[in-house]
């Protein structure tokens, strides 16, 4: 899987994300969703919050 798929999942959804529900989504492994979000983010594609409910660790994501 591609940043792409990735990139094209969050644009066609336009809400923020978690990164579990795109894994649930895409239907690939956790380590590779979280080093292509991480390089989308570092290119600035997506934007990136901390999740609201202090019980669910990690981010959520959403495209720019």
């Given at each position: 899987?591609?940043?792409?798929?990735?990139?094209?999942?969050?644009?066609n959804k336009k809400k923020w994300m978690t990164t579990k529900e795109i894994q649930y989504?895409?239907?690939?492994?956790?380590?590779?969703?979280?080093?292509?979000?991480?390089?989308l983010f570092k290119y600035s594609e997506v934007f990136r919050k901390d999740n609201?409910?202090?019980?669910?660790p990690g981010y959520s994501w959403k495209i720019k």
């Amino acid at each position: 899987m591609s940043q792409n798929d990735v990139y094209n999942l969050l644009k066609n959804k336009k809400k923020w994300m978690t990164t579990k529900e795109i894994q649930y989504e895409l239907k690939i492994s956790l380590a590779t969703i979280t080093q292509n979000l991480i390089k989308l983010f570092k290119y600035s594609e997506v934007f990136r919050k901390d999740n609201p409910i202090k019980a669910i660790p990690g981010y959520s994501w959403k495209i720019k």
